[in-house]
């Protein structure tokens, strides 16, 4: 098993920064990528960014050349470092580790990031 806690969001303003950060605990052997999700309000989740445990990652459109997700294999924690924030950016995001093998996927509880205008 794997537990993930998120932490870092909040309310922003519109072309200001947030720093999401997902820390891993339990049996991380077992976990290569690790990502993050989010979720709007009348919306699908979709993903966000992820991350390979070799660095590799990749990028919803929208949020490429604002977001960068990083990741500390040491701290077993990614972050997620969000610039020039926009109001659709709003909604709960969720950090996400799969194993290897791809079969099983945990997920944290959440944190919410509100962008004003």
């Known amino acids: 098993q794997v537990q993930l806690v998120e932490s870092g969001g909040g309310l922003g303003q519109a072309g200001g920064s947030l720093r999401l950060s997902c820390a891993a605990s339990?049996?991380?052997?077992?976990?290569?990528?690790m990502g993050w999700y989010r979720q709007a309000p009348g919306k699908q989740r979709e993903l966000v960014a992820d991350?390979?445990?070799?660095?590799?990652?990749n990028y919803l459109d929208s949020v490429k050349g604002r977001f960068t997700i990083s990741r500390d294999n040491a701290k077993n924690t990614v972050y997620l470092q969000m610039n020039s924030l926009k109001p659709e950016d709003t909604a709960i995001y969720y950090c996400?580790?799969?194993?290897?093998?791809?079969?099983?996927?945990?997920w944290g509880k959440g944190t919410l990031v509100t962008v004003s205008s």
């Open positions: 996400k580790a799969s194993t290897w093998s791809g079969g099983i996927n945990y």
């Open positions: 339990g049996s991380i052997f077992s976990i290569n990528a």
């Open positions: 991350i390979t445990r070799s660095g590799s990652t």
